[in-house]
């Protein structure tokens, strides 16, 4: 049992063989597939994936990189879609300082709106980091003294600060191919002190395939691979990590569950 808690199924990488990509997935044990959003043009076609396959699910939101797309985005806007029964998270949202193909003032807006639809809506936040720390923290410290919400950081790749933030408000720290990187030695210290219940895995596909993948089109069969290495940094047996990374994925995705569903749709 895996659960792939971050990937990106909708994009054209994946257009030509999909139903091989799952029947890989499946027969590698992941039994659930998480599908970010990256922007609102697409969430039809997340939809879509969900519909036709029972264990993908969908989040909602505008990737950094896109946010000069919605400029005029609000809370309101990504909310008016979380009364679909496949929608379990809001995001991916976040702050990208490496590549700033969105302004730093404009990010920090979205951010901040995709922060509101999770506290009103009681879905869990999807954070997108990357070379932003002190403003992610100060965000998410005001918003979160505002009122509390739940999240993870995907694809945690940051400094021990942020992490140790991130677990002080509750988050989750997601694992990615990085892990597995040789350059990474830091990276996989500070997810053997992670505590256990707030450790997550995922792909990030079709992006850092990890080794021994290295070089090729990410999928999330993949995800093993992340598994594998999490349970060596940790010293505990492949299975145990599948099942404790599952059940966290469960425990803050409650709406992936048929309980969870009932919970926020009343269906």
Same mark, same amino acid.
């Given at each position: 049992?895996?659960?792939?808690s971050?990937?990106?199924?909708?994009?054209?990488?994946?257009?030509?063989?999909?139903?091989?990509?799952?029947?890989?997935?499946?027969?590698?044990?992941?039994?659930?597939?998480? $599908?970010?959003?990256?922007?609102?043009?697409?969430?039809?076609?997340?939809?879509?994936?969900?519909?036709?396959?029972?264990?993908?699910?969908?989040?909602?939101?505008?990737?950094?990189?896109?946010?000069?797309?919605?400029?005029?985005?609000?809370?309101?806007?990504?909310?008016?879609?979380?009364?679909?029964?496949?929608?379990?998270?809001?995001?991916?949202?976040?702050?990208?300082?490496?590549?700033?193909?969105?302004?730093?003032?404009?990010?920090?807006?979205?951010?901040?709106?995709?922060?509101?639809a999770?506290?009103?809506?009681?879905?869990?936040?999807?954070?997108?980091?990357?070379?932003?720390?002190?403003?992610?923290?100060?965000?998410?410290?005001?918003?979160?003294?505002?009122?509390?919400?739940?999240?993870?950081?995907h694809?945690?790749s940051s400094s021990?600060?942020?992490?140790?933030?991130?677990?002080?408000?509750?988050?989750?720290?997601?694992?990615?191919?990085?892990?597995?990187?040789?350059?990474?030695?830091?990276?996989?210290?500070?997810?053997?002190?992670?505590?256990?219940?707030?450790?997550?895995?995922?792909?990030?596909?079709?992006?850092?395939?990890p080794?021994?993948?290295?070089?090729?089109?990410?999928?999330?069969?993949?995800?093993?691979?992340?598994?594998?290495?999490?349970?060596q940094?940790?010293?505990?047996?492949?299975?145990?990590?599948?099942?404790?990374t599952?059940?966290?994925?469960? $425990?803050?995705?409650?709406?992936?569950?048929?309980?969870?569903?009932?919970?926020?749709?009343?269906?």
């Amino acid at each position: 049992m895996l659960v792939d808690s971050h990937c990106h199924l909708d994009f054209n990488d994946f257009e030509d063989d999909m139903d091989e990509i799952i029947d890989r997935a499946r027969e590698c044990g992941v039994n659930m597939m998480l $599908n970010a959003g990256n922007n609102l043009d697409e969430l039809p076609n997340q939809l879509e994936l969900s519909e036709r396959y029972p264990f993908i699910y969908a989040a909602v939101g505008v990737h950094p990189h896109n946010a000069q797309e919605y400029p005029d985005l609000t809370a309101a806007d990504l909310l008016a879609h979380v009364g679909h029964k496949k929608i379990i998270g809001i995001g991916e949202t976040g702050l990208d300082y490496y590549y700033d193909y969105a302004p730093r003032d404009l990010q920090i807006k979205l951010l901040r709106e995709h922060i509101k639809a999770a506290q009103e809506s009681g879905l869990p936040l999807i954070i997108h980091n990357r070379e932003s720390d002190e403003d992610m923290m100060s965000v998410l410290d005001e918003a979160y003294r505002n009122k509390p919400f739940a999240g993870m950081i995907h694809c945690f790749s940051s400094s021990r600060k942020l992490a140790d933030f991130a677990l002080s408000i509750g988050f989750y720290l997601s694992a990615s191919g990085m892990i597995t990187f040789n350059k990474c030695a830091e990276l996989r210290e500070i997810f053997a002190d992670v505590p256990p219940e707030r450790l997550l895995v995922e792909t990030d596909s079709p992006f850092l395939a990890p080794i021994p993948k290295r070089g090729r089109r990410n999928e999330p069969s993949f995800v093993i691979h992340m598994a594998e290495k999490l349970a060596q940094i940790r010293g505990l047996p492949f299975e145990k990590i599948a099942q404790l990374t599952s059940d966290n994925f469960c $425990n803050l995705f409650r709406k992936a569950s048929d309980k969870g569903r009932r919970d926020f749709c009343n269906d």
